[in-house]
């Protein structure tokens, strides 16, 4: 079956630990994004890569890095550096990176905990 | 400012009633895309409908239709026939002009269907 998937599901971090999320798509999607999202908010953007070793930074990269070697990987590392790390993070992909058309689409999510 | 206003209370709406969730949006753009997201409890966000800012016709996805009013900037979601199921949080999208791939989201609405 193609589709995003994220694991682990539920990560608990002790505080001053880097921490990795695992993001996966066979969609052969270019582009590739994590979400944060806090409870009762919506997403908010960290970063972004459109195609393989390239990424940008989105609205709230501070305290995350992220690396894209493979088309079909991207994941995301929560450095000891963000200092309120416990959230929702969510992956998403998408086909085309020049379109108002294009539809990203999401994995299942890690629910990160700081203990 | 938000680009994405989403400001409804959770709404509970009888099993096959339609339920109309509302959404605003600000931008200065021309071309743009409008989403909605549905995320029930289990985390992951999917896709359901999009609208895109030149699209002179309202989008469809069965039973679910978008209300676009230009000229009011809003992009309201139609959910016909409710079901047990449609019971989540559902987020409006957007994206600005052409080459970008940032979605910003606004905070959601709550809905509960009841039997």
């Known amino acids: 079956d193609g589709g995003i998937t994220q694991s682990p599901k539920y990560l608990f971090r002790k505080e001053g630990q880097n921490v990795t999320l695992s993001c996966e798509q066979n969609?052969?999607?270019?582009?590739m994004y994590w979400y944060r999202q806090d409870p009762g908010q919506g997403l908010r953007l960290i970063y972004y890569?459109?195609?393989?070793?390239?990424?940008q930074k989105g609205d709230i990269a501070e305290g995350y890095s992220v690396s894209r070697e493979k088309k079909e990987s991207f994941p995301l590392t929560v450095t000891s550096a963000q200092k309120n790390p416990t959230a929702f993070y969510l992956c998403a992909s998408s086909t085309r990176t020049s379109s108002s058309t294009d539809t990203q689409y999401f994995g299942p999510g890690t629910r990160l905990t700081v203990l | 400012a938000q680009k994405i206003t989403q400001t409804q209370p959770g709404m509970f709406v009888q099993e096959k009633e339609a339920v109309t969730l509302d959404c605003t949006y600000d931008?200065?753009?021309?071309?743009?895309?409008l989403f909605w997201y549905k995320q029930p409890s289990s985390g992951e966000m999917i896709f359901l409908i999009y609208?895109?800012?030149?699209?002179?016709q309202n989008a469809t996805e069965g039973r679910y239709s978008l209300n676009f009013q230009k000229a009011r900037k809003s992009a309201n979601l139609v959910i016909s026939a409710s079901q047990l199921g449609d019971s989540a949080m559902y987020f409006c999208?957007?994206?600005?002009?052409?080459?970008?791939?940032?979605?910003?989201f606004g905070k959601g609405n709550q809905v509960v269907v009841i039997p």
């Open positions: 969609l052969n999607h270019d582009a």
């Open positions: 609208q895109g800012s030149y699209d002179e």
């Open positions: 890569s459109q195609i393989v070793n390239d990424f």
């Open positions: 931008t200065s753009d021309q071309s743009y895309g």
């Open positions: 999208a957007m994206r600005e002009g052409a080459g970008n791939n940032r979605l910003a």
